[in-house]
C-alpha cells in the first residue's frame, strides 16, 4: 500500500530563515509526485509536479528536488506570506493523487 | 480564465439526510476528481469522472455517489449522512485525465 510521511508536523521559521520540508514516499510505479500550498479553509494551490529522480523545479523561494525515496521542498530566506500548510502527494497507476497530512509553515516577522 | 468553482460554499446537514455539492472544472479541463480532506488531514481520493463515467474510486463507500454532465461539470451526492461524513469536500480538475490538477475552493460540509 501506498504511503507517504511529511516531516516535520509543524515548523515555525523567522523571517529570512531557510529550511527544507521532507516527504518520503513508498509506492510501486510512481508516475509524478506533486507539492501542493493550502491556506486555511481554502483548497490547495499547485506548486510542482516531478517526476524522476534527480529532477528538480523552482518558483520564487520554493526549490523542489526529487530522489527514488523522499522529496524536499526547500524554503530559501521565507517571508510571512509563506505561511500555509504545504501538501505532497503521490500519483501511482489511474490518476488518484495519494497525499500526506502536510506539514504547517508559520514564518514570523 | 476561470478556475476551478465549486458550490455551495458553507452546508450543514442532519444525520440522515441526503446531500449534492457542484464543482465546475477549469476551462479546458474535461475531468473531475472529488477529494474530502477531514480537519488536520491531507485530501482523501473519492472518485473521478472523465467522458461522464467513473473511471476510478477510492476506498468510499456506496453512499458516495456522482455524476458529470456533458459540459464537463460534476455533481458529488452522499446519501444517508453520517457525523464522520462533516469534512472539506474539493473538487479538483484536469485535462485529459492529466497528471497535475488544480483544485477549487471547496465546500465545507458539517452534520449535526
Known amino acids: 500500500e501506498d504511503q507517504v510521511t511529511q516531516s516535520p508536523e509543524a515548523l515555525r521559521l523567522q523571517e529570512g530563515e531557510s529550511s527544507s520540508l521532507n516527504c518520503s514516499y513508498t509506492v510501486s510505479g510512481l508516475r509524478g509526485l506533486f507539492w501542493y500550498r493550502q491556506d486555511p479553509g481554502k483548497g490547495p494551490e499547485f506548486l510542482f509536479t516531478l517526476y524522476s529522480a534527480g529532477e528538480e523545479k523552482e518558483k520564487e523561494r520554493l526549490k523542489a528536488t526529487l530522489t527514488k525515496k523522499e522529496s524536499f521542498l526547500h524554503i530559501t530566506a521565507p517571508k510571512p506570506e509563506d505561511s500555509a500548510t504545504y501538501l505532497c502527494?503521490?500519483?501511482?497507476?489511474?490518476?488518484?493523487?495519494?497525499f500526506g497530512k502536510g506539514t504547517s509553515l508559520l514564518v514570523t516577522p | 480564465d476561470a478556475g476551478v468553482t465549486q458550490s455551495p460554499t458553507h452546508l450543514i446537514k442532519t444525520r440522515g439526510q441526503q446531500v449534492t455539492l457542484r464543482c465546475s472544472p477549469k476551462s479546458g479541463h474535461d475531468t473531475v476528481s472529488w477529494y474530502q480532506q477531514a480537519l488536520g488531514q491531507g485530501p482523501q481520493f473519492i472518485f473521478q469522472y472523465y467522458e461522464e463515467e467513473e473511471r476510478q474510486r477510492g476506498n468510499f463507500p456506496d453512499r458516495f455517489s456522482g455524476h458529470q454532465f456533458p459540459n464537463y461539470s460534476s455533481e458529488l451526492n452522499v446519501n444517508a449522512l453520517l457525523l464522520g461524513d462533516s469534512a472539506l469536500y474539493l473538487c479538483a480538475s484536469s485535462r485529459d485525465r492529466g497528471r497535475e490538477q488544480y483544485f477549487g475552493p471547496g465546500t465545507r460540509l458539517t452534520v449535526t
Open positions: 502527494a503521490v500519483q501511482r497507476y489511474g490518476y488518484a493523487l495519494n
